[in-house]
């Protein structure tokens, strides 16, 4: 993606370079943070590999690629994994906040990291669905899976808990439903996700769905006149009412989900089972159901705070309270109510 970090850097290696030249570390935002709770700088596992700047085979910095682009291995910082200790809370932190000596660890810093640790995947052949403004699906894998298929299918190797990989694509998920309900709300506001969902439900005859990754979608000033008249062109028929505009776009983001199962089936010449749908689109019982339909595999959802339970489970496991990411699981299954969404 252009927004990750290495081209960034990059940018600001030849255009901004009085910026890189007077910087003494390379922090992502979650390392930011537990360097401010601890004094001890690193940088994290999992938010480090969606930089583009760490060997996914080697889990190490990528140093070869980033002399080539001239970015200063003085800024990079030591990878830490999930799970390991990163330092002690500071004195001056201590006397702030009336806390003792006690440890901070890593944990996955990456969100989608963490939801994929609370996913209760029952095996390799079921794959994970983090849904909220943007969508994250593909399954965990032991190692990376890189090859001319992979790129071609643009599915990307993510580093997650437990050295595994999130071999994954990512999809714009309900940010355009999010936009659309802000544009409603100015002159209703009263109008909320539930009635939206209710409305699209009922306009099932609007069987055609727009294209999420269209440019049309990233950051319109009116994001219902974006979906109309994307519509109206693509398609030739002028959308009218809620439930119509927002059909459009549910019809969109599954067709996408679709489209990603099959290439997770393609590229790992093995079929997904089932897929775990975990975050806040889950409480969109209407986008469940359909993604059931659409992929014509069962659906099974929770937990809706899956990121920041996989935080929690990864400090358990560092803590020596659960063994492994697969007790967490369980006990994740156990504690949260799990639904399943079978296909009509």
Same mark, same amino acid.
């Given at each position: 993606?252009?927004?990750?970090?290495?081209? !960034?850097?990059?940018?600001?290696?030849?255009?901004?370079?009085?910026?890189?030249?007077?910087?003494?570390?390379?922090?992502?935002?979650?390392?930011?943070?537990?360097?401010?709770?601890?004094?001890? *700088?690193?940088?994290?596992?999992?938010?480090?590999?969606?930089?583009?700047?760490?060997?996914?085979?080697?889990?190490?910095?990528? %140093?070869?690629?980033?002399?080539?682009?001239?970015?200063?291995?003085?800024?990079?910082?030591?990878?830490?994994?999930?799970?390991?200790?990163?330092?002690?809370?500071?004195?001056?932190?201590?006397?702030?906040?009336?806390?003792?000596?006690?440890?901070?660890?890593?944990?996955?810093?990456?969100?989608?990291?963490? /939801?994929?640790?609370?996913?209760?995947? *029952?095996?390799?052949? /079921?794959?994970?669905?983090?849904?909220?403004?943007?969508?994250?699906?593909?399954?965990?894998?032991? !190692?990376?899976?890189?090859?001319?298929?992979?790129?071609?299918?643009?599915?990307?190797?993510?580093?997650?808990?437990?050295?595994?990989?999130?071999?994954?694509?990512?999809?714009?998920?309900?940010?355009?439903?999010?936009?659309?309900?802000? *544009?409603?709300?100015? $002159?209703?506001?009263?109008?909320?996700?539930?009635? &939206?969902?209710? #409305? /699209?439900?009922?306009?099932?005859?609007?069987?055609?769905? $727009?294209?999420?990754?269209?440019?049309?979608?990233?950051?319109?000033?009116?994001?219902?006149?974006?979906?109309?008249?994307?519509?109206?062109?693509?398609?030739? =028929?002028?959308?009218?009412? &809620?439930?119509?505009?927002?059909?459009?776009?549910?019809?969109? =983001?599954?067709?996408?989900?679709?489209? #990603? %199962?099959?290439?997770?089936?393609?590229?790992?010449?093995? *079929?997904?089972?089932?897929?775990?749908?975990?975050?806040?689109?889950?409480?969109?019982?209407?986008?469940?159901?359909?993604?059931?339909?659409?992929?014509?595999?069962?659906?099974?959802?929770?937990? $809706?705070?899956?990121?920041?339970?996989?935080?929690?489970?990864?400090?358990?496991?560092?803590?020596?309270? &659960?063994?492994? %990411?697969? +007790?967490?699981?369980?006990?994740?299954?156990?504690?949260?109510?799990?639904? +399943?969404?079978?296909?009509?």
């Amino acid at each position: 993606m252009t927004v990750n970090t290495l081209f !960034q850097l990059f940018y600001d290696t030849r255009f901004r370079s009085p910026l890189v030249e007077h910087a003494h570390a390379l922090l992502f935002m979650p390392d930011l943070f537990s360097y401010a709770l601890t004094g001890e *700088k690193y940088n994290e596992y999992t938010i480090a590999s969606t930089s583009m700047m760490l060997d996914s085979r080697r889990r190490e910095w990528a %140093v070869e690629l980033l002399e080539r682009l001239g970015i200063p291995l003085r800024l990079l910082q030591p990878i830490i994994m999930p799970g390991k200790l990163w330092g002690m809370l500071s004195e001056d932190v201590q006397q702030e906040v009336g806390l003792g000596n006690i440890p901070v660890f890593a944990v996955g810093t990456h969100d989608t990291a963490s /939801a994929v640790c609370a996913t209760p995947l *029952k095996n390799r052949h /079921a794959a994970y669905l983090s849904c909220g403004t943007w969508s994250l699906l593909g399954v965990e894998l032991d !190692q990376p899976l890189i090859n001319r298929d992979a790129f071609e299918c643009n599915f990307t190797n993510e580093g997650g808990v437990d050295t595994t990989i999130r071999y994954l694509k990512n999809i714009p998920g309900l940010w355009i439903i999010q936009q659309l309900r802000k *544009k409603w709300a100015q $002159v209703d506001g009263t109008i909320g996700y539930a009635e &939206i969902s209710a #409305a /699209a439900r009922d306009a099932d005859h609007i069987e055609f769905g $727009v294209d999420p990754n269209h440019d049309f979608f990233i950051a319109p000033l009116d994001m219902e006149e974006a979906v109309v008249g994307f519509c109206e062109h693509t398609f030739g =028929i002028r959308l009218r009412t &809620i439930g119509e505009i927002s059909r459009a776009v549910y019809n969109g =983001i599954v067709s996408e989900y679709k489209r #990603a %199962v099959e290439g997770l089936e393609y590229t790992l010449a093995s *079929k997904i089972q089932c897929v775990n749908m975990v975050g806040g689109g889950i409480q969109d019982a209407f986008l469940c159901q359909l993604t059931a339909d659409t992929l014509g595999k069962p659906v099974m959802t929770g937990p $809706v705070e899956a990121s920041a339970v996989g935080n929690i489970l990864m400090q358990l496991k560092a803590l020596n309270r &659960i063994h492994d %990411v697969a +007790e967490g699981r369980k006990i994740v299954e156990g504690s949260f109510e799990m639904k +399943e969404y079978r296909p009509n």
